[in-house]
């Protein structure tokens, strides 16, 4: 008869994920199983999430605040095929090469100090590199682009927003809509030389 596979309850996941909380001190916890550390409007998380098939999986993302309680994500990935799930089993021997392959693989470096500068050059590359073409990317890309001081390039991404919501054949999501609705704020904002001020109000809402 064979064996039926169960998946992880939270309380088994959240005992693996104490290694890893203890090999990032300095990162705060959500969610019981969520590593996360904040710099000015970005937030990086690092996610293990309970599989179907009994294992465990961690994943990497940049998240930041648009408007009240909408996020756009960047960055997201998983490790290599060799490290990307980890059955219990294997955790107590395979854990100190996940956290190796973690520091190796997730962008921005997660050992390195989170700069809002750097994680807006990955995500520009992202985006050329694998030809990215939607709404949430770009809404991020306008805010980072903001937040440095270089509202030209804002400005590219706020266009491409409205580029990419036109030539679509199909009626667009509440989410895109929601993203539109904030790049066209800050295209405003920006026009008036007041996107500062309007990028600050956004993170107050985050505290």
């Not at 098939?53 to 960055?75: E, F, Q």
Request: hydrophobic share 40%; with cysteine; proline share 5%.
């Amino acid at each position: 008869m064979p064996v039926k596979i169960k998946p992880l309850t939270k309380q088994q996941l959240f005992e693996y994920f104490k290694v890893y909380r203890d090999a990032f001190p300095d990162w705060a916890v959500e969610n019981d199983v969520v590593l996360v550390r904040r710099r000015g409007p970005i937030e990086q998380c690092i996610a293990f999430e309970a599989l179907r098939d009994g294992a465990y999986r961690p994943s990497s993302s940049v998240a930041l605040l648009v408007t009240r309680g909408v996020h756009v994500h960047i960055l997201s990935s998983f490790l290599d095929i060799k490290h990307r799930e980890i059955l219990p089993r294997e955790h107590l021997v395979k854990w100190p090469r996940i956290v190796k392959a973690m520091e190796e693989q997730f962008q921005p470096p997660i050992r390195r100090p989170l700069d809002v500068a750097e994680v807006l050059r990955l995500g520009e590359q992202e985006v050329a590199r694998d030809r990215i073409e939607n709404v949430n990317y770009f809404s991020g890309l306008a805010a980072l682009n903001a937040y440095v001081g270089d509202a030209e390039r804002a400005l590219f991404w706020c266009n491409r927003v409205e580029e990419q919501l036109k030539k679509r054949d199909i009626q667009p999501t509440d989410w895109e809509l929601r993203r539109a609705q904030f790049t066209r704020q800050l295209h405003e904002a920006i026009d008036r030389r007041q996107e500062r001020t309007f990028l600050e109000e956004i993170s107050r809402q985050q505290g």
